[in-house]
Structures are given as structure tokens and as C-alpha cells.
């Protein structure tokens, strides 16, 4: 346990709202990342940031947007959200040559 | 695309069999991974194995790796209903910074 949480866990929302979730970690770690999780897919990257107003592109970028104002919290938002973004998010922080990851967030657009 | 690709996509085996899973990749690694991520949790570090080694054991895991190949087999000894999970491989051909997961494997421990 890394002390990575995120927030909200769960979230259902409508097609063309935005929506941001929230990682917030503990232990001060410079690398922050963004994942989704899909069926078939794995794990893939979205964003990830290497300090304070550091952030750069992922595998599957397109449609969201990040911002790291504190090293502690790693934003992940989705400008206008399209059914194809439903998935679970999971965010990660990478200690050494290792990553710890928080509990995901469901996120559901109908 | 996916750096790693799992072999078999699934796996269903008895309680105190042993477990093999295999990962193949593109391009040069300095270091695999692998994971576990039980059923609606994040991902679990288990093992790291470096380019320059050829086989790492922690506890009931064996990893070995192949570069010549580019394939690498996570062994689980005497499975456990406990291991049922999927276990996933992630390089990092970009940096140890950023390392790419494969598809997984879904392994099965039936008591």
C-alpha cells in the first residue's frame, strides 16, 4: 500500500458532461500515471506526470486532460464524456523500478 | 499497441498444480514485470527480473526470461485457490518510468 487513493470510486454519468476524477498520494512520489482498464486490452496508459506541472501523453490520450498542481494529487479529466470512456481508471505511482496502484474508479457513461 | 502479450489468455488448473504463464514483447527491454490484480483491485507488484538475468524466484514464483526471444514464464508452485487472479507482464522499453502491461492472463485455482 503506497497510500494512493482515489476518488470518487464510482460514477455514473451522461454523455457530453464533464467529469474529473481525483488520485491523491501520500509518500510525496515523483511519477504519478493514469491507466485504463479494458476488457481485452490490459492496462493502458493515458497520461502520466513526472512532477509538479510535468504531464505527458499516453497511449490513449485522446479526449482527456490532466493537471498536477500538488505533487500529491494527479487530476484526470474528461472534457465531454463519450460512451466509448466507460472503463475503470486506475491510477498509479511508480516507487524504484516498481508501480503501486490505487483501487480504480468505475466510471459509467450512459 | 501492446508491448506484451500473455499466453494463455486464460488457465484453470487444481489446488497444488503448478501454474505457467508466458509473455512475449516487441522490443528491447531493461526490465520485465510481473503483476497480479485480483478481482476488482488495482495491480499487485510481485516480481521484477532484469534484462541481464535469466531466472529470479520469490517464494512459490519463478520467473524466467529470454531475451533472444523475447519472452518471459511466470511459474506459480503448488497453486492455491488464494492465487486465482489475473496476472499480468509489463516492460519498459521507454524508461523504467513508463512501462506498457500486457493483456493478462485469468488464472483459476479450483480448491
Known amino acids: 500500500d503506497a497510500g494512493i487513493t482515489q476518488s470518487p470510486r464510482h460514477k455514473v454519468t451522461e454523455t457530453g458532461t464533464p467529469v474529473t476524477l481525483r488520485c491523491h498520494q501520500t509518500e510525496n512520489h515523483r511519477y504519478m500515471y493514469w491507466y485504463r482498464q479494458d476488457p481485452g486490452h490490459g492496462l493502458r496508459l493515458i497520461h502520466y506526470s513526472y512532477g509538479v506541472k510535468d504531464t505527458d501523453k499516453g497511449e490513449v490520450s485522446d479526449g482527456y486532460s490532466v493537471s498536477r498542481s500538488k505533487t500529491e494529487d494527479f487530476l484526470l479529466t474528461l472534457e465531454s464524456a463519450t460512451s466509448s470512456q466507460t472503463s475503470v481508471y486506475f491510477c498509479?505511482?511508480?516507487?524504484?523500478?516498481?508501480?503501486?496502484f490505487g483501487p480504480g474508479t468505475r466510471l459509467t457513461v450512459t | 499497441s501492446q508491448q506484451g502479450e500473455e499466453d494463455p489468455q486464460a488457465l484453470s488448473i487444481q489446488e497444488g498444480e503448478n501454474a505457467t504463464m508466458n509473455c512475449s514483447y516487441k522490443t528491447s527491454i531493461n526490465n520485465l514485470q510481473w503483476y497480479r490484480q485480483n478481482s476488482g483491485r488495482g495491480l499487485v507488484h510481485l516480481i521484477l527480473?532484469?534484462?541481464?538475468?535469466r531466472e529470479k524466484h520469490s517464494g512459490r514464483l519463478r520467473v524466467t526470461l529470454d531475451t533472444s526471444k523475447k519472452s518471459s514464464s511466470l511459474l506459480i508452485t503448488a497453486s492455491r485457490a488464494a492465487d486465482t487472479a489475473s496476472y499480468f507482464c509489463a516492460t519498459d522499453a521507454e524508461g523504467y518510468q513508463k512501462v506498457t502491461f500486457g493483456t493478462g492472463t485469468k488464472l483459476q485455482v479450483i480448491p
Open positions: 498509479a505511482i511508480n516507487r524504484g523500478n516498481e508501480q503501486y
Open positions: 527480473i532484469r534484462s541481464n538475468e
